[in-house]
């Protein structure tokens, strides 16, 4: 059993950052493949961003590459996304998960737990 807590969410203009981080707990950390999900009002929830166990490996959806970053800290069992340029069409409830396996994935349902989600909200 894993548990995933998410921080870092808030409000923040359009076109400003913020770090998300979601602190781990239970068993190995290192052992999970990590990934970002976002869902905004009245949609399906939808894949950011993976990363494989080692943190060498990461992938990116393509409404966020090159502005949003996934990385993590296997010392600190904490993965993190630093979200930048952000835009109104960023605001959503971001959910980390954790997969039982060391490969990235795009897809929700490899995905076996979850967090409780953080806030974020982009005001043009």
């Known amino acids: 059993q894993v548990q995933l807590v998410e921080s870092g969410g808030g409000l923040v203009q359009a076109g400003g950052s913020l770090r998300l981080s979601c602190a781990a707990s239970?068993?190995?950390?290192?052992?999970?493949?990590m990934g970002w999900f976002r869902q905004a009002p009245g949609k399906e929830r939808q894949f950011v961003a993976t990363?494989?166990?080692?943190?060498?490996?990461?992938y990116n959806a393509d409404s966020v590459k090159g502005r949003f970053t996934i990385s993590r800290d296997n010392a600190k069992n904490t993965v993190y996304l630093q979200l930048n340029s952000l835009n109104s069409e960023d605001t959503a409830v971001y959910y980390c998960a954790a997969k039982e396996s060391p490969l990235r994935s795009a897809n929700l349902h490899d995905y076996v737990y979850w967090g409780q989600g953080t806030q974020v909200t982009v005001s043009s």
């Open positions: 239970g068993r190995t950390f290192s052992s999970y493949a």
């Open positions: 990363i494989s166990r080692s943190g060498s490996s990461t």
